[in-house]
């Protein structure tokens, strides 16, 4: 399935996509399933003090944190999401 590596050969994010790993849109993790991405997603988001919801800096998540600023709020699997704190926090919660 991968193609044959030799010792300290890492394979790179282009060959790791074409064997359709699916990569984090915030950091290197790739994994083989959607569950796996979802489950390690979670690590990215933060419990509010309140725990009514999360939020992680929109640096982390860029592509999202432009939709957002576009849109102002949008619901997404089963979460609706928001920028606070003048664009730099995206602040998530179940949706209702």
Known sequence: MFPEKKPNQLIGPAAML????KKCPVCEFYAFHQID?????????????????????????SKLAQVLRSVG???????????IHNGQTIYRKKAT
């Open 18 to 21: 074409a064997y359709g790993l």
């Open 37 to 61: 991405l979802d489950s390690h997603m979670k690590t990215h988001w933060r419990t509010t003090n309140n725990g009514e919801g999360e939020w992680m800096p929109s640096s982390l998540d």
């Open 73 to 83: 709020v949008m619901i997404q699997n089963g979460y609706e999401y928001r920028l």
